[in-house]
């Protein structure tokens, strides 16, 4: 009896890890002009979360900052045009640091030491025709001084990364 469970332990356990090696597929976030694929989140700098479970934390992260490059892309780009995002590497601005127990997770500290950075390709289309094409890796070394920006929303230097991004980089091109 006791090989029964026993087999059927190992008959679990080996579902399980063979779930856990295949592959996620790349979320994708899509808000009106601006559509994103976020290639192989967990190989990210630092996407980590300190008080929330991580596949929730980084749905959410997807999400608003998608949100809010649609919203600067809606100024900048023209009308019929959209854009098409590909981000391989991400750094939220902070660094999470140990808390030894004071709390039940690690906290994020933010320091101009620790500026938000991304790396992506990206494309500018009209209909089917392709505007613009490029790749990019930027980084935001003043975002802590940047006072006239600051306020309460989520990731708002992350958002800040992009929309200067688009403002001081795409808009000119177009």
Do not use: C
Not at 8 to 36: C, F, H, R, Y
Not at 59 to 74: G, H, P, S, V
Not at 80 to 91: A, H, I, R, S, Y
């Amino acid at each position: 009896m006791n090989v029964k469970y026993i087999m059927l332990a190992s008959v679990l356990v080996s579902q399980i890890v063979m779930a856990e090696d295949a592959p996620l597929p790349n979320p994708v976030t899509e808000v009106g002009l601006v559509k994103i694929e976020w290639q192989n989140p967990k190989d990210f700098s630092d996407i980590r979360t300190s008080n929330e479970l991580q596949s929730r934390f980084e749905n959410r992260l997807f999400d608003t900052l998608t949100k809010n490059i649609n919203k600067e892309a809606e100024k900048t780009l023209k009308p019929g045009q959209t854009l098409q995002m590909t981000v391989t590497n991400f750094d939220l601005a902070g660094d999470m640091r140990p808390t030894f127990g004071a709390t039940p997770g690690d906290l994020r500290v933010v320091k101009d030491l620790y500026p938000p950075r991304a790396t992506f390709s990206y494309t500018i289309k009209e209909g089917d025709q392709v505007i613009i094409v490029g790749d990019e890796k930027i980084t935001d070394m003043s975002f802590m001084s940047n006072s006239h920006r600051f306020n309460d929303r989520p990731f708002q230097y992350e958002t800040t990364l992009f929309t200067d991004w688009l403002q001081k980089s795409v808009a000119p091109k177009l």
